[in-house]
């Protein structure tokens, strides 16, 4: 419990943020709502001989030119599965259903149809230096034992308009992932992963590389992320491992440019 109320307090600070009054940095809303029906000859699932899909989503979206084509680009792929442009029908195929081609769009669903959904979400903090896009999707295939829900985080240099990746941070990606599985048995505030990792992962030298990750806003913590059912069973949910900066630098070397970013204090 402790652990996701610590998740969840840097999750809200994360979302205090991007302001659209901001004169270097601004965004937009992205919304919409569509449905598509799938019609089988003969009854599919529930016996159902229709079986809708719907998409909502809600995104604040950088203005354009304020990050580089790159960084939006991923942000593109993050939240509908395609790099190159808004694509609502990419998500899905993603998501929900394996052939899209037979989907016919419709203005809404009626009692009789049992449905799909995938809700995208995005929401954004900002600073003097740095923006993190925070995107939560969630999705339930009509049938399915249970819905799955990803949250990704895209954290953007504000000088340069450029995604942070790990390779931005550390000198060595699998001396970090050595790191991670220190920090997992050695702090206390990653007991709960600990308790809840599949035992494939338990006292192993080295974790898988995680997905993603966020830093926080005093630059003294970078977390790292798991998704769904990675490390951890889907009732333990996203796995989070607090990784202090000043702690991490003892094992493993970080960039020049993490240097400058941490500022004085983040190593030996």
């Known amino acids: 419990m402790k652990k996701q109320i610590f998740f969840l ?15 270097e940095f601004k965004t937009h809303t992205l919304s919409g709502e569509k449905c598509w029906l799938q019609i089988f000859d003969e009854p599919y699932i529930f016996d159902l001989d229709t079986v809708g899909v ?8 950088p203005d354009k030119g304020v990050i580089s084509p790159a960084a939006e680009r991923e942000m593109m792929y993050l939240c509908f599965a395609d790099s190159n442009k808004v694509n609502v029908e990419s ?11 037979d989907l016919q769009p419709v203005e809404s669903f009626n009692e009789e149809n049992g449905f799909s959904y995938l809700d995208i979400k995005s929401t954004c903090r900002k600073d003097s230096t740095l923006a993190t ?9 009509l049938g399915a034992a249970h819905g799955m ?30 790191a991670i599985a220190h920090a997992i048995y050695d702090l206390e505030v990653n007991k709960e992963v600990q308790e809840c990792l599949f035992d494939e992962f338990r006292d192993v030298e080295r974790m898988p590389m995680p997905e993603d990750f966020f830093i926080d806003s005093t630059r003294s913590t970078i977390v790292v992320n798991y998704g ?21 630098s003892k094992h493993v070397d970080l ?10 204090g983040s190593t030996l």
């Open 9 to 23: 307090a840097l999750c809200l600070a994360l979302l205090a943020g991007c302001r659209h009054d901001n004169k």
């Open 54 to 61: 719907k998409v909502t989503y809600s995104l604040q979206w």
């Open 91 to 101: 998500a899905i195929q993603g998501w929900i259903v394996d052939d899209i081609n």
């Open 133 to 141: 896009f925070i995107i939560q999707t969630e999705g339930f295939p």
């Open 149 to 178: 829900h990803s949250t990704n985080f895209l954290t953007v240099d504000l000088e340069t308009g450029n995604t942070i990746h790990f390779t931005d941070l550390v000198a060595d990606t699998n001396l970090l992932c050595e």
């Open 228 to 248: 769904l059912y990675h490390i951890a069973p889907y009732a333990c949910g996203i796995q989070s491992v607090v990784l202090p900066i000043f702690w991490l």
């Open 255 to 264: 960039t020049p440019y993490a240097k400058r970013l941490f500022g004085p």
